[in-house]
């Protein structure tokens, strides 16, 4: 597998400047929430990337003026390690940007599907393939939620799976509705590849099940693209 991160820079999250704020850097370096949720299902998910070097993106945030829905995070297109998307993630916090006041996830879903299509035929060179997981970390909100459906819709032909990881203390209904949009298609020619897990809700649980929530479908859906590519075990 291929592990890839988007974090939610809209002004859902708060200020960062504010202790209320999701995206707020703890004097003491405690870590906030977007901290926790990154190594902790980055770990999960990264037990199965080989090279453990993970593309990580922003959206959500506005750089002169300007909104930007996927923007690189890191000095790297890919960074070595969760202690590295870490480190990344704080640098950006720290550079003073502005928060969007929307946030339109269809941009990292494509960059995600580009880098997904691209890693894959670079293994099927050398006689391989390769899978990727996106793992979205969002306060929430989101505008256009048809947009994103269509979006998500497309990529399901891709070898791609999505992961969202909710944030906080939204009702995610928009995230609800993503995660399940797909099981409602009875043209056939949707895969579902897409699964909402509330972080929270399991981390202060102990973090119990927080395993089986994350990779509960990514499995199935892995084999689903391959019966849908003709690809067989042995290949």
Not at 57 to 64: L, N
Not at 179 to 190: K, N, R, S
Request: proline share 5%.
């Amino acid at each position: 597998l291929q592990l890839c991160f988007a974090i939610d820079f809209n002004e859902c999250n708060g200020d960062p400047r504010s202790p209320e704020s999701r995206h707020y850097l703890n004097p003491d370096d405690s870590p906030n929430e977007y901290e926790l949720a990154i190594r902790t299902v980055g770990t999960i998910l990264s037990k199965y990337d080989l090279d453990c070097e993970f593309p990580v993106w922003g959206f959500g945030a506005r750089f002169c003026g300007k909104l930007q829905n996927c923007f690189q995070i890191g000095p790297d297109p890919e960074l070595d390690g969760i202690d590295s998307v870490i480190d990344s993630y704080k640098d950006c916090v720290r550079w003073g940007f502005t928060l969007g006041r929307t946030a339109i996830l269809t941009e990292v879903v494509n960059e995600a599907v580009k880098y997904a299509t691209r890693t894959e035929e670079e293994a099927r060179k050398i006689g391989d393939h390769c899978y990727t997981v996106l793992l979205i970390l969002t306060g929430g909100t989101v505008d256009f939620v048809d947009c994103h459906a269509d979006s998500i819709a497309a990529a399901s032909h891709s070898p791609l799976s999505i992961v969202v990881v909710g944030i906080g203390e939204s009702d995610f209904e928009d995230m609800q509705y993503l995660d399940e949009f797909a099981e409602d298609d009875h043209t056939g020619q949707i895969r579902d590849i897409t699964k909402f897990v509330p972080f929270r809700q399991f981390f202060d649980n102990g973090g119990e099940g927080l395993e089986e929530a994350v990779m509960a479908q990514v499995p199935d859906q892995l084999v689903d693209w391959m019966y849908s590519e003709n690809i067989k075990p042995d290949e």
